[in-house]
């Protein structure tokens, strides 16, 4: 159940058989059961319904990592970081194998602004074999380190995630955006076609559509982009964004 946890955060979360914690060919048990049920609330974002579940899983087995560690997910989401953190320590101190609760405390390092002891955290679960995804880390890790202002440092980390799942969404937007910084518009331009043959468009790939079609000279291909996002997502701070820039009402 850890893997599945570990994809919580990464937005991608397939199935799996449901099994115990520490014995995947074991029932699962009363706190697992609540886990995983907390999880999918999460994912619903019945956020009070799920912190029932997990509260409730983590007195039903205070020693069960993956517990803890969906719990501090959940904190983090809710803003209440000092539990958040709290929380994935314990996950940690319960299981040092569990590589995806290094994944999420990682990234949860990253977004509080420890970027250093967040990559610490990615290189537990990218390094080893154990851990059958090791681009969402090494994509984290990327991510982390490009939203610090250091997007040479997050490359070769996006492109090892690449190498290893070629078409793995948020590695290939990241590289779009380490491009656009790099002013490697052809780049950006691959990048992003990559991923939106994937996962298709949204407000933050259009606008970077828009900044890179402008950049390559293509003004009409960018007030079409611009036109797409006020058409489909008139809503969203990108629409503002193009309408400003194309000067729009």
Not at 70 to 82: D, F, H
Not at 115 to 137: G, H, K, M, N
Not at 170 to 192: D, G, I, K, N, W
Not at 200 to 213: A, R, S, Y
Request: charged letters at 25%; a negative charge.
């Amino acid at each position: 159940m850890s893997a599945l946890l570990g994809t919580v955060a990464a937005c991608t979360a397939p199935e799996r058989r449901p099994h115990a914690a520490n014995d995947p060919y074991g029932e699962l048990s009363a706190a697992d059961v609540y886990v995983q049920k907390g999880v999918r609330y999460m994912a619903q974002g019945a956020l009070e319904v799920a912190l029932d579940d997990l509260k409730h899983a983590v007195e039903l087995d205070p020693a069960n990592s993956d517990a803890h560690d969906a719990l501090a997910i959940l904190y983090e989401k809710l803003g209440k970081t000092e539990e958040a953190d709290r929380h994935f320590r314990e996950a940690l101190s319960l299981n040092p194998e569990n590589y995806s609760a290094f994944n999420n405390y990682g990234r949860f390092l990253c977004n509080t602004g420890h970027t250093q002891d967040a990559l610490a955290r990615f290189e537990v679960a990218y390094s080893t074999p154990l851990y059958p995804q090791p681009w969402i880390p090494l994509s984290n890790a990327g991510a982390c380190l490009r939203r610090a202002g250091r997007p040479a440092e997050a490359e070769p980390y996006l492109r090892q995630a690449l190498e290893r799942s070629p078409n793995y969404p948020p590695a290939l937007l990241e590289m779009a955006y380490v491009s656009l910084e790099a002013r490697q518009y052809l780049s950006t331009r691959a990048f992003l076609q990559r991923y939106q043959a994937i996962a298709g468009d949204t407000p933050e790939t259009l606008w970077l559509g828009v900044q890179t079609e402008l950049a390559l000279g293509d003004a009409a291909e960018a007030r079409r982009l611009a036109d797409r996002i006020g058409t489909d997502f008139p809503d969203s701070g990108e629409a503002v964004q193009a309408r400003r820039l194309f000067g729009k009402p």
